[in-house]
């Protein structure tokens, strides 16, 4: 018997059931009777915990509308300023007392006695934030909060012509599947050339984010913000010398694999030299896949897909269907990427992406997809706080959607080949991720060690990482200009710091959970949706644990991994 996805939204018992978020005016009254109400019991405190609960879940999924409203039309400046407007009016209001119903909460005799088990990770974030909170970082973080989305407003703009027709690189890249050399080579050059143009807006933007963070760092009384932020994300379980390990293990025993996919790429090409715009093309009269046309189609394609996995997993999207919370397609003007954007309040999510009728498309929805059913099984819990799951989980969530969904993409391909072709693609991007991931994350280790470093010095490291965990089966004589400002089209190094390292640790826990589901698909399953289900409430050990994982980032655990991956892409690649 499978939970219904019949999610509903938060009965408020706290504010006006039509209270919508305007000013600061109208919700600070809130707030300020949170702050002074007394607490003579463990029944007024508890009452007073699911008060904050609804409160933050109101607060939270109106800032949510608001970034969601401003990626779908970045054109749109009204938008765009009733974003900006929740970053610098109401949010550094917000942290204000956000600090005194911590402390409030921390300094409560009644605190003790609720159920310790339960409440453990929640009070441990509570005291990570007492512990930073700095009056003098509230206005940096708000103007944070608005340059970080430049990097969209700048990104959103970048178009090129193709064939007379003008496309975002999104939909440009389509091109690089092209059997036509010369064409994939042509648009290659076209859209570096149109991200250099932007290179000395990225710089500046980039510059001026690394500096404000170090400064927060340096008011909460740490070294750098790396320190700062790995306390900031509640990184409890790993410490940085974990992500060096991570890093060497992936030079060990993941690049030969990278190496060997793009043998067997340039192999069948038969190219004598493999360039970057050929590692997505395929040989002469073999057409791109062509797995949906719309986004409509993508919808309806990914819920057959869901039906046949689990359900429950497509009722998920149905529901949010049916609440319009999907905007698919890529479209000039649209914010580059792909969200699930959980809403505290309703429950259902929202799913923002840039679909252009490509196989990278179907491993983005049913992602994101991933990540959706994660934020319906997190909804039932008692207190926002609750929902609130370490990054490392919730991308297993979606990680492991992307391969348990495998065995049912017949939904979108109606030949054996092409379906086999779509496998291998899907594993050989699980694979070829890693150095990327291992890339952005030394490189930020090494940008925020060195906080006042120049643009050459950046460029000189980046090229440094870049070349450590190159492939060399990939020929790019001539392109360092281009390679220099990779890191650029990298969202999160503008939008969220040093959340990407959270790909590789879930990687290996989807690579465990599908291991997992090639001998028993249901216990696989169960797993899954057990550990989906305790939110942010245990450890990430114990939510590993409870997923059937190990929370490892050993290399000899690493190797293990990959040799069951290569073992299922050697099935595939020699059948």
């Not at 005799?109 to 088990?117: F, G, I, S």
């Not at 989305?149 to 703009?157: E, L, M």
């Not at 870049?466 to 990779?486: C, E, M, V």
């Not at 000899?556 to 050697?570: G, H, N, P, Q, R």
């Amino acid at each position: 018997m499978h939970p219904k996805a019949a999610i509903q939204k938060i009965p408020r018992k706290l504010l006006p059931a039509d209270f919508t978020v305007t000013d600061w005016q109208s919700l600070e009254p809130y707030f300020k009777e949170l702050t002074e109400r007394p607490l003579n019991s463990k029944t007024d405190l508890e009452n007073w915990l699911a008060d904050l609960s609804e409160l933050e879940a109101v607060v939270s999924e109106d800032a949510c509308w608001r970034q969601i409203k401003m990626t779908c039309d970045t054109t749109d400046k009204s938008l765009e300023e009733a974003f900006t407007y929740f970053c610098m009016a109401i949010q550094p209001q917000l942290q204000q007392y956000a600090d005194l119903l911590n402390k409030k909460l921390i300094h409560c005799p009644y605190t003790t006695e609720l159920d310790q088990e339960a409440y453990h990770t929640y009070l441990r974030s509570v005291k990570k934030s007492i512990e930073l909170f700095r009056e003098e970082n509230i206005p940096i973080l708000a103007e944070l909060s608005v340059l970080q989305q430049q990097y969209g407003a700048i990104a959103g703009k970048m178009t090129v012509e193709v064939e007379g027709q003008e496309y975002t690189l999104q939909q440009a890249a389509k091109f690089l599947e092209h059997s036509n050399r010369s064409i994939r080579e042509s648009v290659y050059y076209k859209i570096q050339e149109r991200r250099k143009q932007d290179e000395q807006a990225m710089h500046d933007l980039y510059s001026t984010l690394v500096s404000k963070r170090h400064q927060i760092a340096i008011n909460a009384g740490f070294d750098n913000y790396r320190d700062y932020k790995f306390k900031e994300l509640g990184r409890f379980d790993y410490t940085k010398e974990d992500c060096f390990q991570f890093h060497q293990a992936v030079k060990q025993y993941v690049l030969p694999l990278v190496n060997e996919i793009y043998e067997r790429k340039k192999h069948k090409l038969a190219l004598d030299s493999l360039k970057p715009w050929d590692t997505e093309a395929e040989p002469a009269g073999t057409l791109p896949l062509k797995p949906f046309s719309t986004g409509e189609e993508l919808y309806e394609k990914t819920v057959k897909c869901f039906d046949q996995l689990n359900p429950f997993f497509a009722d998920c999207l149905r529901k949010m269907k049916a609440l319009n919370h999907f905007d698919l397609e890529s479209r000039k003007g649209k914010a580059p990427g792909g969200y699930n954007c959980p809403l505290a309040e309703s429950g259902a999510p929202f799913i923002f992406m840039n679909a252009a009728g490509q196989m990278s498309d179907v491993t983005t929805m049913v992602h994101e997809g991933g990540h959706a059913v994660h934020s319906f099984l997190a909804h039932p819990l008692k207190l926002s706080a609750f929902k609130e799951y370490p990054m490392e989980i919730a991308e297993v969530a979606s990680m492991a959607m992307e391969l348990f969904s495998m065995d049912h993409w017949q939904a979108f391909f109606d030949n054996d080949a092409d379906l086999k072709r779509a496998k291998e693609h899907q594993l050989e991007r699980t694979i070829t991720i890693f150095p990327w991931i291992a890339i952005i994350d030394q490189f930020q280790h090494w940008v925020y060690e060195n906080p006042t470093h120049t643009v050459e010095a950046r460029t000189t490291e980046w090229m440094r990482i870049l070349n450590d965990f190159s492939t060399n089966s990939i020929d790019y004589t001539g392109l360092d200009a281009f390679r220099q400002i990779g890191w650029q089209r990298q969202l999160h190094l503008f939008e969220v710091p040093f959340y990407y390292i959270e790909y590789g640790i879930a990687q290996l826990g989807a690579i465990g959970l599908w291991m997992q589901y090639k001998q028993n698909p249901e216990q696989a399953l169960n797993n899954y949706m057990a550990a989906l289900s305790l939110g942010g409430t245990k450890t990430l050990p114990e939510l590993y644990k409870t997923a059937g994982l190990e929370f490892n980032l050993t290399p000899a655990y690493i190797k293990t991994l990959m040799e069951f991956v290569k073992s299922e892409m050697d099935q595939i690649t020699q059948a």
